[in-house]
């Protein structure tokens, strides 16, 4: 079982930065697929950005170069930084976790997930 804890979300002016956390625990957090997703109301869950097991990390194109995933290993953390964050970027983010080395897109393939932490960007 592995148990996921984000924080980190708030209100923010376009243009600014959050940081996410997601605090794991449960299993053997270097080996597992952690990803963002963010969910929209009225619209589907969206991957954001998602880091292997040997650290190889993806982002949606809306993201890229904007936000950053990261994790810690000691601290069984993995972090999000998000920045030039505009409207339409705001929606709850999910972290989620798979225990493969790989990473999927899809969020139906993973079994763990956080209680999600709210982002809302106002213009």
């Known amino acids: 079982q592995v148990e996921l804890v984000e924080s980190g979300g708030g209100s923010v002016q376009a243009g600014g930065s959050l940081r996410l956390s997601c605090a794991a625990s449960g299993y053997a957090f270097s080996s597992l697929c952690m990803a963002w997703f963010r969910q929209a109301p009225g619209k589907e869950r969206e991957g954001v950005a998602v880091?292997?097991?040997?650290?190889?990390?993806t982002y949606a194109v809306s993201v890229k170069g904007r936000f950053t995933i990261s994790k810690d290993n000691a601290e069984n953390t993995l972090y999000l930084q998000m920045s030039s964050l505009k409207p339409e970027d705001t929606a709850m983010y999910y972290c989620a976790a798979g225990k493969w080395g790989y990473c999927y897109w899809q969020a139906y393939r993973y079994n763990y997930w956080g209680q999600g932490t709210q982002v809302t960007v106002s213009s």
């Open positions: 880091m292997a097991s040997d650290g190889t990390t």
